[in-house]
């Protein structure tokens, strides 16, 4: 690669190891003097700048340290990895390397096209060590190598062509020259938002304006950016040349996935795409406050009646320069990623001849060495449970308007039952904070209980174990909080709780488990400590648990509000004609007159005598 650079007229920095044509200035697109320094300096200071590097994830502090250091932005492509090994790969607006580190550690030979002088730098500094990387400083108009590649990757560059590519058509022309870089056989990967994504509907801003229903509305301009649905998207990819495209389902969305469902994983029947989904949507750190529904609630019956794949937040598509896509027996992928290396996992649901699908897990880092705290100890392969996740009960009973502390607890009441059984415990053990479970239960959180069609609970997912005994206080702590952190909004209740520590209070009293307010901090420092055990983050980051943080609410809207109040001056004013009709209410008109005359109201008064005596005419039967 690098003769093919000097060849072009390209030259190397000797101090950035940047390439660059002669003179070249690069492009204003930045994230900041502050933000952009504070990324350089991160990645240069650490001894670990790979992908899985719990050293730079410690670094992540606000949305644009996540957005390039996190480890979940190379989830976008893993499904991808046994096909880019050994493969040259060109990839269109690099950035600060976070998708570009990937492709190297995953053995392809990578050159890296990053418009912006500073960016390309941050990318050459994210990716020392590997040989096969090479990163180019220059804008996708100017570029001009005579090669062609078997991958190019658009990541979240397409939406840009208004800005920086010419012509009447600027995204037809993007992906005309990028189809003219691949080889016969090669293949285009492609991230973009998907304009009419679900959580758009729900109320979250459009990603580059910042504005409510920007892109539902379609309001684009031929000077901004643009993103498309995925019909657009694949008659674009089709008008640009490209013979077929496979699309997939990056969720929440492309930026900082955790599940990338594929076509088939929509398609299979017996596989179930809309809990999949729903488990993603509180992993969006961009998704606001206030939505105008539950995006976690909408999945699976959205999935149910075939829309998932149309309103999934991104899009990822695999366009076929000249080949087709081949039938894969995958159906989706789900990560684990924020974690330290040896804990990290791929789980891939795959479907056999048979019908039957499996859930394999493979491993992302070494092998982990025995721990003292807690083991790892996933399952590599087992069958795939479907149904109904208990999960998915609680989260209903709190989205309930209306619901209350008796209503959560009676949940929590039979979950602990079952989680006795399930341990094998005396069905009439008395319950109390103290109870002692066995440290096999750990993992038996209500997500990973599913209910098939025999309503038995089958359990899934267990990969941890405490090696330890633990209580049920600390139990019911834990699964507080995995519902307050997957709900987006509770409902209106008239004992809604002010703060998350006077939820989990009222639960655990209603529960018939009162814990004094300071044994909820003693539960969450030993959350604490399991938590930076498993993610590799100091455990000061991870003590405060946010006890006096709102817990999520769901506001009415204006028309609900509306609509309550006009029933009410309804329900009044039928009230009050009611009353006037009585005939208590005729005897005692005299006196009502008499005390407006004593408080000198008289003009209201010889109102109110014209008024009865009106009604009083009205009453005299005809001809009298």
């Known amino acids: 690669m690098k003769a093919l650079l000097e060849r072009a007229g390209y030259r190397q920095d000797a101090g950035s190891l940047v390439w ?54 190379s989830n976008l492509l893993r499904p991808f990895q046994s096909s880019l090994a050994g ?43 590997l040989a096969n990387v090479e990163v180019l400083a220059e804008t996708f108009d100017d570029f001009r190598l005579e090669h062609r590649f078997d991958v190019v990757t658009l990541i979240g560059v397409l939406e840009y062509a208004n800005l920086y590519v010419g012509g009447a058509d600027p995204f037809l022309a993007m992906l005309r020259r990028a189809r003219s870089l691949l080889k016969p056989d090669g293949r285009l990967l ?34 901004g950016p643009r993103t498309f649905g995925h019909v657009e998207l694949k008659q674009l990819l089709t008008r640009a040349g490209f013979n077929a495209s496979s699309l997939f389902s990056p969720l929440p969305d492309y930026k900082l996935p955790v599940a990338v469902i594929g076509q088939e994983g929509w398609d299979c029947r017996e596989f179930d795409a809309g809990i999949l989904a729903a488990q993603t949507a509180r992993h969006d750190p961009q998704l606001p406050d206030g939505l105008a529904f539950a995006p976690e609630l909408a999945w699976p019956p959205l999935c149910v009646n075939g829309l998932g794949q149309g309103l999934s937040n991104s899009h990822l598509v695999v366009a076929f320069a000249e080949g087709e896509p081949a039938r894969s027996n995958v159906l989706a992928h789900y990560y684990s ?47 795939y449970a479907g149904g109904r996740a208990l999960s998915l009960e609680l989260m209903r009973i709190v989205t309930q308007d209306g619901w209350t502390p008796q209503d959560v607890a009676s949940f929590m009441q039979q979950y602990l039952r079952m989680v006795l059984a399930l341990c094998k415990q005396p069905a009439d053990t008395a319950l109390s904070p103290a109870t002692v479970l066995p440290g096999s239960a750990f993992d038996l959180l209500p997500q990973n209980i599913h209910f098939g069609d025999g309503g038995q609970p089958v359990v899934i997912d267990q990969e941890w174990i405490f090696n330890r005994e633990f209580t049920v206080g600390w139990l019911v702590f834990r699964v507080l909080s995995a519902l307050v952190n997957s709900v987006t909004r509770f409902g209106v209740s008239t004992s809604f709780p002010p703060s998350k520590a006077a939820f989990f209070l009222q639960t655990y009293a209603a529960l018939g488990l009162a814990v004094p307010r300071e044994q909820l901090d003693a539960y969450a420092e030993q959350e604490a400590e399991v938590q930076a055990h498993i993610s590799g983050l100091p455990i000061e980051m991870l003590r405060e648990w946010g006890p006096q943080s709102k817990v999520p609410r769901r506001v009415p809207s204006l028309h609900e509000e509306n609509a309550r109040l006009a029933q009410e001056l309804d329900r009044s004013r039928r009230e009050i004609a009611g009353m006037r009709a009585s005939r208590s209410w005729r005897i005692t008109a005299p006196l009502r007159l008499l005390v407006l005359i004593s ?10 005598v014209k008024l009865y005596a009106g009604r009083a005419l009205r009453r005299v039967p005809p001809g009298l």
């Open 87 to 129: 493969k040259e790969v060109l990839e269109i607006g690099a950035g600060c390397g976070a998708i570009t580190r990937y492709l190297g550690e995953a053995g392809a030979g990578v050159l890296a096209l990053e418009g912006s002088l500073r960016r390309a730098g941050i990318a050459r500094s994210r990716t020392r060590g």
């Open 20 to 73: 660059s044509a002669p003179g070249y200035a690069g492009i204003p697109y930045s994230d900041g003097d502050e933000v952009e320094n504070s990324l350089a300096a991160a990645i240069r200071e650490a001894q670990d700048v790979s992908v899985l590097s719990p050293e730079l994830r410690r670094r992540i502090h606000d949305w644009p340290s996540r957005y390039h250091l996190s480890s979940a932005r």
């Open 599 to 608: 408080q000198g109201r008289f003009h209201e008064a010889l109102h109110r």
């Open 190 to 223: 492609l991230a973009i938002e998907n304009k009419v994504g679900l959580k758009y509907f729900a109320g979250a801003r459009e990603d580059h304006v910042g504005i409510v229903g920007y892109g539902i509305e379609d309001r684009y301009t031929d000077d």
């Open 337 to 383: 990623t924020n974690r330290v290396p040896h804990f990290c996992k791929e789980t891939r649901f795959e479907l056999g001849g048979d019908g039957r699908i499996d859930v394999v897990v493979d491993l992302l880092g070494p092998p982990a060495p025995t721990q003292a705290l807690i083991r790892f100890q996933p399952q590599a392969r087992s069958a």
